[in-house]
């Protein structure tokens, strides 16, 4: 089971309800649904700390919020897709994996 707006409020302890509220409406987080109640999860809770770091502590308008959240998911995007890239070149064969490393340096050297 997920955690309750109370719990993420607790967890983050220097945000309001209210606060919590207008971060989801905004769709800057963006927890799941049960039975009509919004379900946070801990990555949630990373992502409202963040939201509220950004805004009340180092002054970001909340204009750019949306700008930073995204680049910050593309990042995240960029990453996973390069873990899963890793993961497929690890289960080729010997032969395979040497002339990917050797394509890799050439291309490392050229750029």
Do not use: C
């Amino acid at each position: 089971m997920g955690l309750t707006e109370q719990d993420v409020v607790a967890a983050v302890g220097e945000i309001s309800a209210r606060r919590l509220r207008m971060i989801v409406r905004r769709g800057w987080v963006r927890p799941q649904r049960r039975a009509g109640m919004a379900e946070f999860s801990e990555a949630d809770v990373a992502r409202v700390r963040l939201v509220y770091l950004l805004t009340e502590k180092l002054e970001v308008r909340e204009e750019d919020v949306p700008v930073i959240l995204s680049l910050l998911d593309q990042v995240h995007g960029l990453r996973r897709a390069l873990r899963n890239l890793g993961r497929a070149v690890e289960s080729q064969p010997d032969e395979v994996r040497a002339r990917i490393a050797r394509t890799f340096r050439d291309l490392d050297r050229t750029n």
